[in-house]
């Protein structure tokens, strides 16, 4: 079946997972306290402390929302509260959206042939824009169409992605879901969408047997019959 719509993970799909491990969530972790210090009374930062000390009865939010950060769990407010403090970093210019030199050139060449284009990402549809609005590459989100995060759903659930494919308004066999995570991608064809791990040499992702499996998006393009990049990626 065709393919009319690409939905993309981030972290070790579009982008490097040392990037998220090594930049943004130690730059989340430093200004922490100075974040909840300065915003903590804001309603949408006390909104997500209120959805924290749900999560982590009789603790200190700050202390659990740590505790997550350090264990990368993927819970939503902390995913939230990270978009919220990225914000700084990628408009002061500190911070910039890593992309593997592969992915904008496609990316520009599908939305160019009229695919649609959307984000699946644990990081939240804040930190989404924010990273692909300040990449090397330039602002791509005027590529992209739909941005859905774990307020959609888990990713590891099928539901999830029956909810993205109803949203783009597409039958999920048409649409392409890319992941570097396999159980994401079972999720996504039990809902009925075409799937392809991303394996991702320099991340040391391992490719499951479960699903094709692409090492870059132009191999991805020559895989599933999607338009290639007229430049080849910068070296
Ligand atoms: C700017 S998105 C930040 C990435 C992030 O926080 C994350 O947890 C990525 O998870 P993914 O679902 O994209 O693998
Ligand atoms: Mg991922």
Redesign the pocket.
């Known amino acids: 079946m065709p393919v009319r719509a690409v939905v993309t993970?981030?972290?070790?799909?579009t982008?490097a997972i040392a990037f998220?491990k090594e930049t943004?969530?130690p730059f989340a972790e430093r200004a922490l306290d100075g974040f909840l210090a300065q915003h903590g009374g804001e309603p949408a930062v006390a909104a997500i402390l209120d959805e924290t000390r749900a999560l982590a009865p009789g603790q200190d939010p700050a202390e659990a929302l740590r505790g997550w950060m350090a264990r990368?769990e993927?819970v939503t407010p902390l995913?939230a509260l990270?978009?919220m403090i990225?914000r700084q970093g990628f408009e002061s210019g500190a911070l910039k959206?890593h992309l593997w030199p592969d992915v904008a050139a496609c990316l520009r060449a599908w939305a160019a042939a009229g695919i649609a284009l959307r984000i699946?990402?644990?990081?939240?549809v804040e930190?989404?824009r924010?990273?692909f609005g300040h990449t090397e590459a330039g602002d791509l989100t005027p590529l992209l169409s739909g941005f859905d995060d774990t307020r959609t759903g888990p990713?590891r659930e099928a539901d999830s992605y029956a909810a993205i494919a109803h949203a783009a308004g597409l039958p999920p066999g048409e649409m392409l879901f890319l992941?570097?995570?396999a159980e994401?991608l079972d999720a996504a064809q039990a809902a009925g969408m075409q799937t392809c791990q991303l394996v991702r040499a320099a991340d040391g992702t391992v490719a499951s047997n479960r699903h094709p499996a692409c090492a870059t998006f132009p191999e991805v393009a020559a895989r599933f019959g999607l338009p290639a990049p007229d430049e080849p990626p910068p070296a």
């Open positions: 993970d981030i972290e070790g799909t982008s998220v943004l969530f990368d993927k995913k990270q978009g990225w959206g699946y990402s644990s990081g939240s930190a989404q924010l990273l990713k992941s570097d995570v994401e």
